[in-house]
């Protein structure tokens, strides 16, 4: 079952940027999605950028200064702008969120950084 929905990958080239959006499903409108991993072919999966309810933010260091996570809550929406992209950047990248003891995740958005 689909619990958050992802959007915004796709391939682009070295330098580039994209943003990627997470929404909560409807079965589970009242859960917030707080993080943001990534998940490359042969790669353990990553924490990539994390905000909390009280706006704060933290980011690996891998993405310092290129990435930035938000959230907008009147839409229950979180996103992630990606600038400078790398090749290293590839990745499967999803949302995701605990609560009470549950790991509520998305599908993924593919995202490629290539020539």
């Known amino acids: 079952q689909v619990q958050f929905v992802e959007s915004g990958g796709g391939l682009v080239q070295p330098g580039g940027s994209l943003r990627l959006s997470c929404a909560a499903s409807?079965?589970?409108?009242?859960?917030?999605?707080r993080d943001w991993y990534r998940q490359a072919p042969g790669k353990q999966r990553e924490l990539v950028a994390t905000?909390?309810?009280?706006?704060?933010?933290r980011y690996a260091d891998s993405v310092k200064g290129r990435f930035t996570i938000s959230r907008d809550n009147t839409k229950n929406t979180l996103y992630l702008q990606m600038n400078s992209l790398k090749p290293d950047d590839t990745a499967v990248y999803l949302c995701?969120?605990?609560?009470?003891?549950?790991?509520?995740w998305g599908q993924g958005t593919q995202v490629t950084v290539s020539t």
């Open positions: 995701h969120t605990p609560r009470f003891g549950i790991d509520y």
């Open positions: 409807r079965s589970i409108s009242d859960v917030v999605p």
């Open positions: 905000v909390t309810s009280g706006g704060n933010t």
